[in-house]
């Protein structure tokens, strides 16, 4: 079972930044493929961001369209952490914002974090 914890969320006035981290309890973090989601009030959880492994695929990274050119998704297998770098925030980004991680066979996420409440205020 892989515990994954966020942190890093706060409220943000438009046009600020902010980095959120996920930490993950699993010693073989550096196989999985994390991913960030985000679910506003009313709305669907929707894919933010992801990243392959760094030995599998290279460290291939996805993004939303919502947020390419913002926000940055990296790893650090050594600290069992992935971050989020989110510029230029909107208030149309204020959601919960949850890490999640499964292995590079699987299409679906398996392990979820309790999520990170991100606000930009207008």
């Known amino acids: 079972q892989v515990q994954l914890v966020e942190s890093g969320g706060g409220l943000v006035q438009t046009g600020g930044s902010l980095r959120l981290s996920c930490t993950a309890s699993?010693?073989?973090?550096?196989?999985?493929?994390l991913g960030w989601f985000r679910q506003a009030p009313g709305k669907e959880r929707e894919f933010v961001a992801s990243?392959?492994?760094?030995?599998?695929?290279?460290?291939?990274?996805v993004y939303a369209d919502s947020v390419k050119g913002r926000f940055t998704i990296s790893r650090d297998d050594a600290k069992n952490t992935v971050f989020l770098q989110m510029n230029s925030l909107k208030p149309e980004d204020t959601a919960v914002y949850y890490c999640?991680?499964?292995?590079?066979?699987?299409?679906?996420?398996?392990?979820w974090g309790q999520g990170t409440q991100v606000t930009v205020s207008s």
């Open positions: 699993e010693r073989t973090f550096r196989t999985y493929v």
């Open positions: 999640a991680s499964r292995l590079p066979v699987r299409v679906e996420y398996d392990y």
């Open positions: 990243i392959t492994s760094i030995t599998w695929r290279g460290g291939n990274i």
